[in-house]
RNA sequence: GGGAGAGUCGCAUAGUGGCAAUUGCAACAGACUGUAAAUCUGUCCUCUCAGGAGUUCGGUGGUUCGAGUCCACCCUCUCCCA
């Protein structure tokens, strides 16, 4: 895997880069549509490709591996192979479900037993077992086996989860280390920042994370919950602390505002269900700002779902059929309205690309945020 | 004409003496940040200084401390027999 940064501004960290995988390259900054289980839910892969214009995706090794099962993935040549994708992929390690799954899971040195959320089975992931599932599927990216810790987390629960998160990273490299790709192309593993929003713990940890010159390196443990401008806080100091040369994924984030504001900061890589989950319950982002669909105001609402939107959807579709699809129930709604905020998502970074490239990032960041943060 | 049954807050339902009244749908609004999410929460008779207050269960009377619930008559609808 190589990254190159090809642009940088004088006012901003923000960057313009190119990252190149065995299955194609990715531009930076860029916005990862999150396919839990190996579909972007309710988008089909051609919309996903043609109209999206999603350049990588996200799977989940949690879900993956309960569901359909290590073998089968195996069976059919990887996962950009059995989701017919083929195109590059980034693998979560389950850490995130160590934080969601709450009850259903203990933390031990030697890793997490856990239910599983699907038949109440029990199982055991180690740093080990995860690295060599990631293997297994197959992502181009595999993420480091972490706790994402709650908010609010007290100091000390923090320090401690720190600790366990990087000498679980210390065996996840060991293991990717002895091991090789089981298909015929590279995988690069991301380590991941933590220590919740204590500034001494995120300085240490981007200390530990940077010195392993991973291809790349992740700021988790962000948006579960603290005050936004905690966020940027934090986003920037590990910015400030990770190598440049290397992209910076900050997980899970966000709305388009943060996205944004995290692109000045100096990140380089997002995911986030936001654009997926919320545009199935009927929230689209849109160039004039948040829509709520469902809202009886647009009942009839004749004009676009998005007027300057880049999608096949946004011009043939007006608001007011949107709406009535969301009311009926009809399976459309959903695909329509993850398709639209996809699209805006993947135009939103697209745009910040540009602005970076012809140095005015800065000012349109500032027009740009006030048009999509009006609630419509 | 005779017999049987039914009328509850938009619709459908629960309710057999303490009830502003169950549940579902619909409606209206809100939430959602490395997806246990096509999910969840709230409002949903009227007014409200949000503590309450006022009117409710086809209609009119009655019994009772108290009636959606018991009684009488009336109205409407459904089914069966003519």
Same mark, same amino acid.
Request: proline share 0%; charged share 35%.
């Given at each position: 895997m190589k990254f190159t940064v090809n642009t940088t501004l004088k006012d901003s960290n923000a960057r313009a880069g190119l990252l190149q995988t065995a299955h194609g390259d990715i531009e930076t900054p860029i916005f990862m549509p999150v396919g839990t289980v190996g579909s972007v839910k309710a988008v089909h892969q051609f919309e996903l490709k *043609?109209?999206? *214009?999603?350049q990588i995706i996200l799977g989940n090794t949690y879900h993956l591996y309960l569901r359909p099962g290590i073998n089968i993935i195996h069976e059919a040549g990887g996962i950009q192979k059995f989701n017919s994708w083929n195109k590059p992929m980034l693998t979560d390690s389950g850490g995130y479900q160590v934080y969601s799954l709450g009850e259903k899971r203990k933390i031990k040195e030697e890793g997490v037993t856990f239910h599983s959320h699907i038949d109440g089975s029990l199982h055991t992931f180690t740093p080990e077992s995860v690295m060599d599932i990631e293997r297994t599927i197959g992502a181009d990216i595999i993420m480091a086996f972490d706790e994402c810790t709650p908010y609010p987390c007290d100091y000390e629960y923090a320090k401690q989860s720190l600790g366990l998160t990087h000498r679980w990273l210390e065996r996840c490299y060991k293991r990717i280390n002895e091991t090789k790709p089981v298909y015929d192309y590279e995988q690069a593993l991301f380590p991941i920042v933590q220590g919740s929003v204590y500034a001494d713990l995120r300085k240490q940890s981007c200390e530990t994370i940077a010195?392993?010159?991973?291809d790349g390196n992740a700021i988790g443990g962000l948006s579960v919950g603290e005050p936004v401008e905690k966020m940027y806080e934090l986003t920037e100091l590990c910015c400030c602390l990770l190598p440049k040369d290397k992209p910076r994924y900050l997980m899970g984030v966000g709305t388009p505002a943060n996205i944004l504001e995290c692109i000045d900061l100096g990140i380089d890589m997002f995911d986030c269900v936001m654009p997926t989950r919320n545009g199935r319950n009927g929230m689209l982002f849109t160039s004039e700002g948040i829509i709520n669909i469902k809202n009886a105001k647009f009942a009839n609402d004749f004009s676009p779902i998005d007027i300057n939107g880049t999608s096949i959807v946004d011009v043939q579709y007006t608001k007011a059929y949107l709406r009535h699809l969301f009311n009926a129930h009809e399976i459309l709604a959903l695909q329509i309205a993850s398709i639209h905020n996809l699209c805006f998502y993947l135009w939103l970074v697209g745009e910040a690309r540009k602005h970076i490239i012809e140095k005015d990032f800065k000012s349109w960041k500032t027009d740009i945020i006030k048009k999509v943060t009006n609630r419509l």
């Open positions: *043609k109209d999206v *214009k999603a010195s392993y010159n991973c």
